[in-house]
């Protein structure tokens, strides 16, 4: 990075042609929005802008204070998150009938929730909870997958001020148990199960197995998800029960927009859950912001947000800023390959869904499933949104021919609480596979190894230098633990630990963790270059790629690749050996390219690289795995390694 010329293997990306929004997708009213937006002389004008788009209890007196390593934003202002989701709507002769949550579980039952039924749910749950000794300040673990009572359960929180934190609903027990301990969280709502691929997967039994080590749990409400009318244990409470027990219901409370309003748990290697925690104003208005510039309503939408309710993309995009822009939201509880691979196209259909969030693992399987299947299904989308992983240039191309509509990559991290670059829908040019520019309200840097801003085309390490909303305010009980993690390489600045070069067009691109930098016999790579040519082979639909010890390279890089239906093994294996030599240089010689039918990945869609590189290193997983969706995936590639 210090050397300040472009990498060889950048240039694909550096060059790659700027796409003008074609005219039929562009929305005029967004781009004087957007025009109007990006006109304001500071970011905190722009903030103010959209402070006002909100119902506060009591006016704020200022705008920020503080600096990005300790700020805040409306202080002596009052608001509450739920009265801004629901509430508000509900009270809206126009809108209370808007549909707000359009749910279908894995079995294919449905339900759909009008902004006025939300309402009422979700102020009997409030003030069920409330009864059962929720307060204010209070933690509410919320361990289920995506069901409207996630939604609910959440907005409950939010109405009476209680700090939420959403379990993935594929923890065992040891990790529930640990992030349960960790939070301190004082009532758990529960699924009894949930549907996946084709078989309930119990989740109250193992809660149960966990409350032995849980002495701050006092209550335990229970969704009857299966219908099966479980026999509950001393501490359990139904949760028709509950809402029954608070039909008279219970006001909002007014709160400052600095306090906590949940807790998201970080996984990885780390002996400790790190949680970390978003504000109630500050979550509000960032993400209403982002889903406003990211999506957008438009009449008639569904946005069906294909993410899982334990991705902090579920709540920015569904729970809080979608239902905060008054949208139509699609949820979806089970696997979209299952029963068939035209799970996907069928949801679209049956729930006439506008717009998709998702991973672009997502995309890549449906590309991998085919053309022919696509054809069949055509559907009317006007926009799908990527973000979690970076998506390459010929998945992006393919989504966008094969579905003609954009296709938005978006970057943002758990920390940032939104995400803060991509390129406005129905307002901006498109870029394969960059991130765009950062939206209103965001200023970012790319530093080199001492700290200083470098040129565009040369690559370093991606900071943000303004304070912005729903950017995390501390880690949960350990807040040195935050500033060392973020703020300590470059005082003053959020440390993303991403790598990204910044192009002659001013797009973004974000290259994968700083940590995901191999050094092969001392020449610096970062393994997303690498999956970059390897995936651009045809026959290649997904492909990983990690470092691993060598004695004389010090490290080399080795691919997982999944393959396309007819693609020659031998000769992809070949031909991506030839093009990752001749596109980026001998030093990048894959030491060994492994087909694999699956990889491992988190509900989120995410592919756990640090597996992969576990398989190879030691046989099997040292870290983390609670967050794995499918174990299965980690035995296939255990044997695809064991038999090389």
Known sequence: MS?????????????????????????????????????????????????????????WTSVRSGEIDDFRFFEGGKINVADNCVDRWAENPRTAERAAVVWEGEPGDTRTLTYADLAVEVNRLAAGLAGLGVAKGDVVAIYMPNLVE?????????????????????????????????????????????????????????????????????????????????????????????????AAGIDAVPLDPNEPSFLI???????????????????????????????????????????????????????????????????????????????????????????????????????????????????????????????????????TETFDVPVVNAYGQTETGSTWTYPVYGAEDLKAGSVGTPVPGHAFEILDEDGKPVPPGVKGHLVLTAAFPTLARTVWDDHARYIETYFSRYPGKYATNDEAVLDHDGHLWVLGRADDVINVAAHRISTMEIEAVVTAHPGVVEAAVVGVPDATKGTVPIAFVTLAGGADETAVRSEVDTRVTAEIGGYARLAAIHVTSAMPKTRTGKTMRRLLRDVVVHGEPSGDTSAMEDPAALDAVTAVVKGA
């Not at 025009?35 to 006016?59: G, I, N």
């Not at 934190?165 to 939070?183: P, Q, Y």
């Open 265 to 399: 748990f970080t996984s990885g290697t780390e002996s400790r859950p790190k949680g970390v925690v978003h504000s109630v104003g500050g979550f509000l208005l960032g993400t209403w912001a982002n889903a406003q510039w990211q999506v957008g309503y438009e009449p008639g939408d569904v946005y069906w947000v294909a993410a899982d309710v334990g991705w902090l993309t579920f709540p920015i995009q569904a729970v809080v800023g979608g239902l905060a822009g008054g949208m139509t939201i699609c949820c979806f509880e089970g696997a979209l390959d299952t029963p068939t691979t035209a799970r996907f196209y069928e949801i679209c259909e049956k729930h006439a869904v506008t717009k998709v969030l998702c991973a672009p693992t997502l995309i890549r399987m449906l590309r991998k499933f085919g053309d022919d299947l696509a054809a069949a299904h055509p559907l009317g989308l006007k926009l799908i949104t990527a973000q979690g992983e970076p998506l390459d240039g010929d998945t992006f191309a393919w989504a």
């Open 150 to 246: 996630a939604f609910t359960a959440i907005h409950a929180c939010n109405r009476i001020g209680a700090i939420y934190t959403v379990l993935f609903s594929g923890f065992g027990e040891d990790a529930v148990a640990s992030r349960i301990e960790a939070a301190r969280a004082k009532v758990v709502v529960v699924a009894d199960a949930i549907y996946r691929r084709g078989k309930p997967i119990e989740l109250l039994s193992t809660l149960r197995g966990a409350r032995s080590r849980t002495p701050s749990v006092e209550a335990v409400v229970v969704v009857d998800r299966t219908g099966n009318d479980v026999p509950l244990q001393d501490g359990e409470h139904r949760y028709a029960d509950v809402c029954e027990s608070g």
């Open 3 to 59: 050397e300040g010329n472009t990498d060889d293997s950048l240039s694909a990306l550096l060059d790659a042609p700027l796409s003008p929004l074609r005219t039929e997708w562009k929305v005029p009213e967004r781009v004087e929005a957007l025009a109007a937006a990006r006109a304001f002389d500071h970011p905190d004008r722009y903030w103010e802008w959209v402070a006002q788009q909100m119902r506060w209890s009591q006016p």
